[in-house]
Structure formats: structure tokens, C-alpha cells
């Protein structure tokens, strides 16, 4: 049947049921080429937990970034915005300078992809929800859709910009 037998509202569904599949599918070929694109970085980063190495470890993520996500979702546990209410700001930096990279390190060995040795781009690429054309997450595979680690695109490279700190925690130092 021809476009030109049905009527104004007919013709109407129709453009816009074919405008929305249009969309659907290119967005979902943008996604896929932003997890291909953030695969490698994130399996570097993978493998440098992997094999202990924090220098590389330090390399793949944007430190202040990831201290400014920290130190907010710290700060939204009620005894840490009372500490932090009475001992001042920099105290909370120092916390938060220390446990990024175990912590940060912790996180990413409870998935999957740590475990094996340099994990194909694919099976990287999968694990990868994207949360717009530069930002995406390691989703914990035992929850859907929680992010554990997110990736932002940082000019050619994907850094490490957030973590999941639910269960996180910090030694503070001997006296």
C-alpha cells in the first residue's frame, strides 16, 4: 500500500515510526563504536590492576576527577559530612588521596575482567555501558546498570573520572 492512499494522521504515524527506527539504530551504532573506541584504554587499565602496576594504574585516570567524585559521595554518608563538619575540608582531601588507587584498584578485581590476562577488546567493549558519546562505565556484572568505574574521553585517551565507593574505605595512618 502507497503512502498516498492513507490519510494525513496515517502518513503521520508512519514518518514518525520510521524517523524513531532511524534513530534507534544510529544511536545504537554510536554506541557501539564509543565502546570500541574506550575498549583498549580500559583494558590497559585493567591489565595494570591486574598486574599490581601503579604507575600505569596512574596514568589512566584523572585524579582530580576522581577525588572530586569521592570526596562527594564521602560526604554524603552522614558521620563522614559530620567529621568533615568539624575538622574542615583538607582533612577529607588527604582520606580521599589515599584511597584512590587500592580502592580504585579493589573495585575493578571484583569484575571479570581482571581475572583474565589481557581480555580481548570485545569482551571489554561489551562490559561497557555508554553513558553519552564520552562517558562510559564498567558495569558490575551482578548488577544491572551499576556503574563500578567510569571512563570519560579525555582529548585522544579515556581516563578514569569515577568509582563506585559504596563499601569503600581508608586506613588513616599510624601515629
Not at 62 to 67: Q, V
Request: glycine share 8%; charged share 25%; hydrophobic share 50%.
Amino acid at each position: 500500500m502507497s503512502d498516498l492512499n492513507l490519510g494525513p494522521a496515517a502518513r503521520t504515524r508512519r514518518a514518525r515510526a520510521a524517523l524513531t527506527l532511524m534513530l534507534a539504530l544510529s544511536l545504537g551504532a554510536c554506541g557501539a563504536a564509543v565502546r570500541r573506541d574506550a575498549a583498549d584504554d580500559v583494558r590497559a587499565f585493567l591489565d595494570a590492576v591486574r598486574v599490581d602496576d601503579v604507575s600505569a594504574i596512574e596514568t589512566h585516570l584523572d585524579r582530580k576527577a576522581l577525588r572530586a567524585d569521592l570526596k562527594a559521595q564521602l560526604l554524603g554518608m552522614p558521620e563522614v559530612a559530620d567529621l568533615h563538619a568539624q575538622l574542615g575540608g583538607g582533612v577529607g582531601d588527604v582520606a580521599v588521596d589515599r584511597m584512590i588507587v587500592p580502592q580504585v584498584a579493589m573495585l575493578a578485581r571484583n569484575g571479570p575482567l581482571v581475572a583474565t590476562p589481557k581480555p580481548e577488546p570485545t569482551a571489554v567493549a561489551r562490559q561497557l555501558k555508554v553513558v553519552d558519546r564520552r562517558r562510559v562505565c564498567l558495569v558490575d556484572p551482578g548488577v544491572r546498570d551499576l556503574c563500578l568505574l567510569t571512563f570519560a574521553k579525555q582529548g585522544t585517551a579515556w581516563k578514569l573520572v569515577e568509582a563506585h565507593a559504596s563499601g569503600m574505605g581508608f586506613d588513616l595512618p599510624d601515629s
